[in-house]
């Protein structure tokens, strides 16, 4: 069943096909429960004519005779253009410039690290007894 030949027919026949079509699939469905179904793609192709009536039934519900298409490109013809997004520029005040520099390097250095990150305890895992040293020697690796 094609598209072209269900938006020729009238909602009645849409409806009365929706309604056969679904039943179908019903009886396809409990063939297949049953080990009754010889050609399980039957479902499939059940499946997509049912789509494609509610398809049609819901263009006509919108008011929209045919779908839009996006345009094809045809050979030979000049490939669209993208326009290059002009990138984005950080200001940067001058005065301040060596402030920043500063600033970052203290952030990165290892004694910056430590300051602004408490050690946190080590707790054993769940469900294991560790002794106090084991966790010791744990932290010390780490």
């Not at 269900?6 to 009645?12: A, C, F, K, N, T």
């Not at 990138?87 to 004694?111: G, I």
């Amino acid at each position: 069943m094609k598209v072209d030949e269900l938006r020729v027919l009238e909602e009645d026949e849409l409806g009365t096909r929706l309604k056969s079509a679904r039943r179908e699939l019903y009886e396809l469905r409990f063939k297949s429960a049953v080990g009754q179904l010889e050609n399980s793609s039957q479902i499939a192709k059940v499946r997509h004519d049912i789509a494609r009536i509610l398809t049609v039934l819901n263009e006509r519900e919108l008011g929209i005779s045919t779908i839009q298409v996006a345009p094809v490109e045809v050979e030979g013809s000049p490939a669209p253009v993208k326009k290059a997004r002009p990138k984005r520029k950080e200001f940067v005040d001058e005065e301040n410039e060596e402030a920043a520099e500063a600033e970052a390097t203290a952030e990165e250095s290892p004694a910056a690290v430590a300051e602004a990150e408490p050690e946190e305890e080590v707790k054993p895992k769940r469900g294991r007894r560790t002794s106090a040293k084991a966790a010791e020697k744990k932290a010390e690796k780490e």
